[in-house]
Antibody
């Protein structure tokens, strides 16, 4: 059974860089079939797609965050990572990692991590 | 970006009720529409993909329909474990976007 687990600091100061890692187990991150993504959810609000990465390192970012986001992959550790720079209180959210599965010609988020709350505060 | 609008934003229903949630896209997305269920403190869970395909292990009381811009999620007979928030999401164009959510509460 595929499992994803987010890890990283739960508190980040304004203007600093948020860094999270997602560890994939029970399956291969090197599969040519899947992308791996990050999604966030501010407290009490809806979901926002941040971006995704392929095992080769190819990325796709939400334009609203593109200037501040870097997503990378380390296949040797079966991990992919998120960096979000120059954070403000508006970046306070639960951050989820997920697998982008193939779903009848489209894509869907078929496996999710449990999520990790990151609070931006001084 | 493609805007996804769900209605209603919340609803109250009783166990056994038939519940319908709609999702409208700001442009045609063919059938590239997914539905997720989220319970408090938990990650979303994929229910329906490509508008009408039931994800593995999801109960058959859930169904989806629609195409182009208008989509529907139906719960045929609401069960206690179905009280949650439901989100639609399009995968037609990047950036992927979600609806604002529909909270299903106990009447």
């Amino acid at each position: 059974q595929l499992q994803l687990q987010e890890s990283g600091p739960g508190l980040v100061k304004p203007s600093e860089t948020l860094s999270l890692t997602c560890t994939v187990s029970g399956g291969s991150i090197r599969s040519s079939s899947y992308y791996w993504g990050w999604i966030r959810q501010p407290p009490g609000k809806g979901l926002e797609w941040i971006g995704s990465v392929y095992y080769s390192g190819s990325t796709n970012y939400n334009p609203s965050l593109k200037s501040r986001v870097t997503i990378s992959v380390d296949t040797s550790k079966s991990q992919f990572s998120l960096k979000l720079s120059s954070v403000t209180t508006a970046d306070t959210a639960v951050y989820y990692c997920a697998r982008l599965g193939h779903c009848s010609g489209g894509s869907c988020l078929d496996y999710w991590g449990q999520g990790t709350l990151v609070t931006v505060s001084s | 970006d493609i805007q996804m609008t769900q209605s209603p934003s919340s609803l109250s229903a009783s166990v056994g009720d038939r519940v319908t949630i709609t999702c409208r896209a700001s442009q045609s997305i063919s059938r590239y529409l997914n539905w997720y269920q989220q319970k408090p403190g938990k990650a979303p869970n994929l229910l329906i993909y490509a508008a009408s395909n039931l994800q593995s292990a999801v109960p058959s009381r859930f169904s989806g329909s629609g195409s182009e811009t208008d989509f529907t999620l139906t719960i045929s007979s609401l069960q206690p474990q179905d009280f949650a928030t439901y989100y639609c999401q399009q995968s037609y164009n990047s950036p992927w976007t979600f609806g604002q959510g529909t909270k299903v509460e106990i009447k």
